[in-house]
């Protein structure tokens, strides 16, 4: 089944940038669909990007325009570049794979990566 593990996540000033990484095992990236997600205490997890395998991509309004998500298949890797930053952006972030080209057990939730932007 895919394993994901997120990692890049950490205290920002509002209008900074992170980049999270997700690295992925168990299935070649390539053939998976990508997203991200995120989630605050107490509320619904919401999905924040989207990345097919032809790289089609799709954003939360909340974030169009300043995050950029993307994926390196050779280095089994997947990225969300945040940038513009805003508190309201403070959250846990998931990577989760969505689909796949072949048969695949999607697998579970990783632990996610805690983003915090305060001044």
């Known amino acids: 089944q895919v394993r994901v593990v997120e990692s890049g996540g950490g205290l920002v000033q509002p209008g900074g940038s992170l980049r999270l990484s997700c690295t992925v095992s168990?299935?070649?990236?390539?053939?998976?669909?990508m997203a991200w997600y995120r989630q605050t205490p107490g509320e619904q997890r919401e999905r924040v990007a989207y990345i097919t395998t032809d790289d089609t991509t799709g954003y939360a309004d909340s974030v169009k325009g300043r995050f950029t998500i993307s994926r390196d298949d050779a280095k089994n890797t997947l990225f969300l570049q945040m940038n513009s930053l805003k508190p309201k952006d403070t959250a846990t972030y998931y990577c989760?794979?969505?689909?796949?080209?072949?048969?695949?057990?999607?697998?579970?939730w990783g632990q996610g990566t805690q983003v915090t932007v305060s001044s």
């Open positions: 168990g299935r070649t990236l390539s053939v998976l669909q």
């Open positions: 989760k794979a969505i689909g796949a080209t072949v048969a695949t057990n999607l697998g579970s």
